[in-house]
């Protein structure tokens, strides 16, 4: 059930109006996700301020989806694991990938360790060690490469937080959640 009412795109005015009219031209429709954080024109500018500025990061939107699974997943997300499977699906990322990218798991080993690093910082709430800073590092991922990974686990925490929080209606295909949540 939906706890924070999503704004309707057509009645909105003003600031509301002019994001909504701006993630309507950049992806063809608004997500509920984007109409819900509207009720407040500063959480869904932030919002959308911190993805762009990620989007022209270094990371290849195919990892940043599969990142975005991973955190959805452990954090029992419903709508950002159905939105971020279907993105991908978009990119290309094969089903196989998108089910393992949820478990922290990838056939590409420095993949792999990017996902397990993005789980670990979750399920440690961003205190981790050396070593898990070792191991990514030792994966092939730079320091630039780390910082934006850590970016994208906080991004699709906030995400995660708010759609379990408004009870956000799912409006992309739904996938049921797996075991992942801890």
């Not at 997500?31 to 301020?49: C, D, I, Q, W």
């Amino acid at each position: 059930m939906q706890r924070i009412d999503a704004v309707d795109s057509a009645t909105a005015t003003g600031k509301t109006r002019e994001l909504l009219d701006q993630v309507h031209r950049k992806l063809g429709f608004v997500p509920n996700m984007m109409r819900t954080m509207a009720v407040s024109p500063a959480v869904l500018e932030g919002y959308l301020g911190v993805s762009g500025a990620l989007a022209g990061g270094t990371l290849d939107p195919r990892l940043r989806e599969l990142i975005a699974l991973a955190v959805g997943e452990l954090n029992g997300c419903q709508y950002c694991v159905s939105a971020h499977a279907a993105i991908g699906k978009r990119l290309g990322v094969r089903a196989a990938e998108l089910e393992a990218a949820r478990q922290g798991a990838s056939s590409d080993p420095r993949v792999e360790a990017a996902l397990e690093f993005a789980r670990t910082l979750v399920e440690h709430r961003g205190d981790v060690g050396d070593a898990d800073v070792a191991r990514v590092r030792g994966a092939g991922w730079s320091d630039p490469e780390i910082a934006e990974i850590i970016a994208h686990v906080a991004l699709n925490i906030f995400t995660n937080y708010f759609n379990l929080t408004a009870g956000t209606e799912v409006d992309f295909p739904r996938v049921p959640l797996g075991a992942g949540r801890w």
